[in-house]
């Protein structure tokens, strides 16, 4: 997927076409972790999607859920779903930041060679 060290550094075309497929790996991720929990706060909280949407996306946002949660399954959910947030931060910040940290260090092996 990434060139190698001896490899020259690829075309800006290239790498704008790379950043772009890791664009959409990392929406992918953010969209259906997004729909993972506004399904659970509709069928574990009973919440309306409207407000399921709300609180899934404030968690997934660092805010924290915005209504009170009444069972044991959702509140155990709202916790298990807050962890797996910060996991996905951190994965799509990595997904996002590879290709340009890539080039990045590619560019510094190819000034150190000449």
Partial sequence: MYEKRHHPIASSRFFIRRLLRHGVL???????????????YHWL????????????????????????MHSD??????????????????????????PVLHRLLHQFHMTDRD
């Fill in 26 to 40: 990392a929406s992918l991720l953010m969209s259906g972790s997004l729909m993972v929990g506004i399904l659970g």
């Fill in 45 to 68: 909280e009973g919440l309306s999607f409207v407000d399921a949407f709300v609180n899934a996306a404030m968690l997934m946002g660092g805010m924290g859920p915005v209504d009170t």
């Fill in 73 to 98: 399954a959702a509140k155990l959910f709202a916790g298990c779903y807050a962890l797996y947030c910060g996991l996905v931060l951190l994965v799509t910040t990595g997904i996002l930041a590879a």
